[in-house]
């Protein structure tokens, strides 16, 4: 299959490339296998020699763009979206995340119709690629990841580990259980795409101890042997609260990040939620470890009284991508996301100048002396598309060859009636402005679009949604 038109991507953070008139070849398995101008002479060759119906024109005031990665998402909290943001992060945990993760776990049809609601709701946003906080129960974990794969988008399943809890209905009773839980899930998580090609395997098992105060060291430790045997995935939550930091420290006497490292559990291949109370050395340890961060600044702003140090975290060579935090953040959009992390980047700013005295440098503050800690919306748009792939290990978030086709289209306008903008888009000025994909276009999209701007989205080469 053969797509022409316009295509938009972040390699590096703030290199925003704008491809005009590009040619992209996607082979039987759903990889790119050719991006060039479409007047080179390869480009041409394909074109005259690929029927009509292969080809496909994306018009004038439409782009192709990587799909969004969100690093972190509760799975079964969707049950309750956007309600009890009013409690502290531990009173929230048992008021509402306990009561409805045990809920799914004891009703398979309701756990079906959430997670599918929820996965329709990841393509209409243009989530390609997410990685999952499930429960406790493998079987509902197990309808999630038949969920995700029947849908037709990248998820990696995290069946939750955790042998203490405040809630006694909702715990696995010992640390040996919960290891063999995460052992069998591994197994059944891969029998589930077993009988499919390589390519079109989209869910994997990630082993998710919930985080420090829910599981016993010995846990932790198992976990870390496991990690190291299977080589899977982890995921868990760092640092993320001040009631949660003091009840760490006091309990085990030690940081999270070192209760984390003592077990082993730091990799190339972790993703760590949060983080908002490291310290700059702690940061440079992770980026030391490989592992890298779930920036999720809606959340934060909700429960944490700190902000996560993005900028000195990029600069110390974390790996950063975003993360939706559903049910902490209200909202699944990955926009939203990168809007909520400049915003709250150019705070913190603001409150560093302030602290400074308006200096535009400054040392002593969080930032590390660095000239600033405010991040712009290219930035955050690497993060939500190649930052968050490259946490996964993906090879998407471009156009590169070899890579999977996984993207989607943006309409920002149609000029085949008049050059006015796509749903909440406006374009006043288009009559003496040129039609040609530009910065300044992409800008507005990325400030205002929303879920009416998405006319397509291919996972692995394959359309999963039709404008």
């Known amino acids: 299959m053969l797509y022409r038109g316009d295509f938009v991507y972040t390699e590096q953070l703030s290199d925003l490339r704008i491809c005009h008139d590009h040619l992209l070849a996607v082979d039987t398995t759903g990889h790119i296998s050719h991006f060039e101008h479409a007047s080179t002479a390869l480009s041409r060759s394909l074109l005259s020699n690929e029927p009509d119906d292969c080809i496909e024109l994306v018009p004038s005031g439409s782009f ?11 799975a079964p909290q969707f049950l309750y979206q956007g309600t009890g943001l009013h409690l502290p992060l531990m009173e929230w945990l048992n008021e509402y995340a306990f009561k409805a993760e045990e809920r799914l776990d004891q009703d398979p049809n309701l756990a079906r119709r959430v997670y599918t609601r929820l996965g329709e709701r990841l393509v209409e946003n243009g989530t390609g690629a997410v990685l999952l906080f499930g429960t406790i129960k493998e079987e509902t974990n197990l309808i999630l990841a038949e969920t995700m794969q029947r849908i037709g988008i990248r998820a990696f399943i995290g ?41 079109a395997r989209l869910v994997e098992p990630v082993l998710t101890p919930r985080f420090v105060p829910t599981c016993s060291d010995a846990l932790l430790q198992g976990l870390g042997q496991l990690a190291e045997r299977t080589r899977v995935r982890v995921q868990s939550h760092l640092a993320e609260a001040r009631d949660q930091m003091k009840a760490v420290q006091e309990s085990r006497g030690m940081s999270d990040l070192e209760v984390f490292e003592s077990a ?39 429960f944490s009284a700190r902000q996560f ?5 990029l600069n110390r060579g974390v790996c950063v991508g975003l993360g939706t935090d559903v049910a902490g953040g209200y909202s699944i959009d990955v926009m939203g996301a990168m ?41 955050a748009l690497y993060m939500g598309t190649r930052g968050g792939a490259v946490a996964l290990g ?10 999977p086709f996984d993207a989607q289209q943006i309409c920002i306008f149609n000029p085949s009636t008049t050059p006015e903008g796509t749903g909440p888009l406006d374009f006043f000025d288009s ?9 300044e276009m992409i800008e507005k999209w990325w400030c205002l679009g929303d879920t009416r701007n998405r006319t397509g989205m291919w996972i692995q080469g394959r359309r999963i949604l039709f404008g």
């Open 431 to 439: 009559g003496h402005e040129s039609l040609d994909l530009s910065p």
């Open 264 to 302: 082993r559990l730091l990799t190339p291949r972790t993703v760590q939620a949060h983080c908002t109370y490291l310290s700059s050395e702690e940061l440079s340890r992770l980026a030391q470890h490989g592992t890298a961060i779930a920036h999720c600044p809606l959340s934060n702003a909700y």
């Open 394 to 403: 993906l090879g998407s978030g471009g156009f590169k060859i070899g890579a």
């Open 159 to 199: 069946k939750l580990s955790m042998d203490i809890s405040t809630r006694p209905t909702y715990v696995e009773s010992t640390h040996s259980e919960s290891i063999a839980s995460a052992c069998s899930f591994i197994d059944r998580i891969r029998d589930l795409t077993s009988h499919l090609p390589d390519h």
């Open 339 to 379: 809007r909520w992390a400049v915003g709250v980047a150019r705070i913190s700013e603001g409150a560093r100048l302030e602290k400074s005295g308006g200096q535009a440098g400054g040392s002593g503050d969080r930032a590390g002396g660095v000239s600033g800690v405010s991040v712009d919306w290219k930035e």
């Open 309 to 313: 140090a993005l900028r000195e975290a």
């Open 64 to 74: 192709i763009l990587p799909t969004f990665c969100d690093l972190h998402l509760h």
